[in-house]
Nanobody, 127 residues
Framework: QVQVVESGGGLVQAGGSLRLSCTASGLPFDVYSMGWFRQVPGKEREGVSCISWSSGSTYYADSVKGRFTISRDNAKNTLYLQMNSLKPEDTAMYYC????????????????????WGQGTQVTVSS
């Protein structure tokens, strides 16, 4: 049984930083791409960042480029998202997903999809 668990969310002031963590079990972590998504009530889930199994390829949504950094430690089955220079518009529930893929980037924003999902961790950025 696949289990994905996020942690590290919280309340932070604008300009601050948070680091999210995600552990996954029940699957061969080191062969799966992983990623982070976020969602606010009333809006569609947004792909924030993905990383390939080897860390050789990464994807970032335009809204977080230069501020967020995704990384992984395959020995610990753990995915990270370092979030710096946080803005109020980053407020959302953040979800970790295994099998994060991004595609169809040539015609506009990439389409981003995930498979195995965690329950989410809330990030709130105050102004």
């Amino acid at each position: 049984q696949v289990q994905v668990v996020e942690s590290g969310g919280g309340l932070v002031q604008a300009g601050g930083s948070l680091r999210l963590s995600c552990t996954a079990s029940g699957l061969p972590f080191d062969v799966y791409s992983m990623g982070w998504f976020r969602q606010v009530p009333g809006k569609e889930r947004e792909g924030v960042s993905c990383i390939s199994w080897s860390s050789g390829s990464t994807y970032y949504a335009d809204s977080v480029k230069g501020r967020f950094t995704i990384s992984r430690d395959n020995a610990k089955n753990t995915l990270y998202l370092q979030m710096n220079s946080l803005k109020p518009e980053d407020t959302a529930m953040y979800y970790c997903a295994a099998e994060c893929i991004w595609y169809d980037c040539s015609s506009g924003p990439c389409r981003v999809e995930g498979a195995y999902w965690g329950q989410g961790t809330q990030v709130t950025v105050s102004s």
